[in-house]
């Protein structure tokens, strides 16, 4: 004989309807959290973006026309040409190679003179190790017009002005560089070092075959930075140079501000020229940058 079916009861049938709603309520909190983090992100990125939409606006709008129509959000009379006239009146080709290999020279001499020094703060014993490494670290506090006069006059005393050496050797070495690299030797495990010497590594050869490539995103990062810092100097070349040659690409744009209001746009559109290395390099080195600042300010 068959029997009816009968309802559930108890406290499973009762909590059947709850658990089977909770599900699409997740769900559309989950999408409304969603659209808030979008929403957000994209009005910031529109405050980030905005004065570099401004630089560009400027740049290819002819100054006075954009003035007498009240400096609208959108183009006017563009002037596609004012990169180039940016080119040949303030000879931005030879100020960006100039800056090109200044900068070069500083990279690979604070990239050497860093993992060295952090090196050593990292691994070797030597009597007031902590007092030095505390000096080096202090230095960070100097500003450039602190040592500016006294660097200048050992510069002309060396007969070093206008020249590659003389706009490069004062940053030849730097207490950043030191401290980030040695931050991040200073997470490579005892045992493997132990184990390195076992195995007949000497100092250099651990330096170069087991300490650098396992801190290669913190030096990376190290190089974007010090590459960003070399390309954007402007007091110490403007007080190292004399001449119109030797002028690196920060004072040549400065050099560029002119009181026509006819051609300001030359100006804004140099800019845009200069800064294309610095964007390409952020872009491409972005993550790299990300992990290696982070790995140096968790460890040691």
Do not use: C
């Not at 997740?26 to 409304?32: I, V």
Request: aromatic share 10%; no cysteine.
């Amino acid at each position: 004989m068959a029997t009816e079916p009968t309802a559930a009861t108890g406290p499973t049938a009762a909590t059947e309807p709850t658990a089977a709603s909770a599900g699409p309520r997740r769900a559309g909190s989950q999408r409304l959290r969603a659209a808030g983090w979008y929403t957000g992100l994209t009005a910031l990125s529109v405050i980030v973006l905005f004065p570099i939409y401004m630089l560009l606006l400027h740049a290819i709008s002819d100054p006075l026309s954009y003035v007498a129509r009240g400096q609208p959000l959108y183009p006017v009379d563009v002037e596609w040409d004012a990169f180039t006239k940016a080119f040949t009146q303030a000879d931005l080709g030879r100020a960006m190679g100039l800056s090109f290999v200044v900068t070069m020279v500083i990279v690979i001499a604070q990239l050497l003179t860093s993992t060295l020094a952090a090196y050593a703060f990292a691994f070797l014993e030597f009597p007031f190790k902590r007092l030095m490494f505390a000096v080096v670290i202090a230095t960070l506090l100097l500003p450039i017009e602190v040592t500016l006069v006294a660097n200048l006059q050992t510069i002309r005393d060396a007969d070093l002005l206008n020249s590659v050496p003389g706009l490069s050797l004062p940053f030849l070495a730097t207490a950043f560089g030191i401290f980030l690299i040695r931050q991040g030797f200073l997470g490579i495990p005892g045992e493997l070092r132990d184990a390195a010497t076992l195995d007949g590594y000497g100092h250099l050869r651990f330096l170069f075959r087991v300490a650098m490539p396992l801190n290669r995103p913190i030096i990376g990062s190290f190089v974007v930075i010090s590459f960003l810092g070399a390309w954007n100097q402007y007091v110490w070349p403007r007080f190292a140079t004399t001449e119109g040659s030797w002028q690196t690409v920060q004072v040549a744009l400065r050099n560029l501000a002119t009181d026509r209001p006819d051609q300001l746009n030359i100006g804004f559109a140099a800019a845009i020229v200069v800064s294309l290395p610095l964007v390409a390099l952020l872009i491409l080195f972005q993550r790299q940058i990300v992990r290696g600042l982070t790995a140096g300010a968790v460890k040691g």
